[in-house]
């Protein structure tokens, strides 16, 4: 099993930056894909940015210029930079790994962060 857990949130002005953290512990090694979503009371969860293992991103079109997703050189550590945040931004973030097992793909969830956006 995979671990995923969260950090970085809180409330920030329009504007500001803030950037998200998610350690991954346990089976690591099966560990390939790994991103963020995030969800509202009003909104399903949504892909906000994935990294595969060998660093190719992906973004939604409304991040797209202002959020950067990262991995370290161990990949077992998820980071994403959100800079020009708006209030369309405030939800609940989830960290998500992909994990490939005998050909069985997995997903494992972080307990998620709240980002609030206001001034």
């Known amino acids: 099993q995979v671990q995923l857990v969260e950090s970085g949130g809180g409330l920030v002005q329009p504007g500001g930056s803030l950037r998200l953290s998610c350690a991954a512990s346990?089976?690591?090694?099966?560990?390939?894909?790994m991103g963020w979503y995030r969800q509202t009371p009003v909104t399903q969860r949504e892909l906000v940015a994935e990294?595969?293992?060998?660093?190719?991103?992906n973004y939604a079109d409304r991040v797209k210029g202002r959020f950067t997703i990262s991995r370290d050189n161990d990949k077992n550590t998820v980071y994403l930079q959100m800079n020009s945040l708006k209030p369309e931004d405030t939800a609940v973030y989830y960290c998500?790994?992909?994990?490939?097992?005998?050909?069985?793909?997995?997903?494992?969830w972080g307990q998620g962060t709240q980002v609030t956006v206001s001034s």
């Open positions: 998500k790994a992909e994990s490939k097992v005998m050909g069985f793909e997995y997903d494992y």
């Open positions: 346990g089976s690591i090694r099966s560990v390939r894909s």
């Open positions: 990294i595969t293992s060998v660093g190719t991103t």
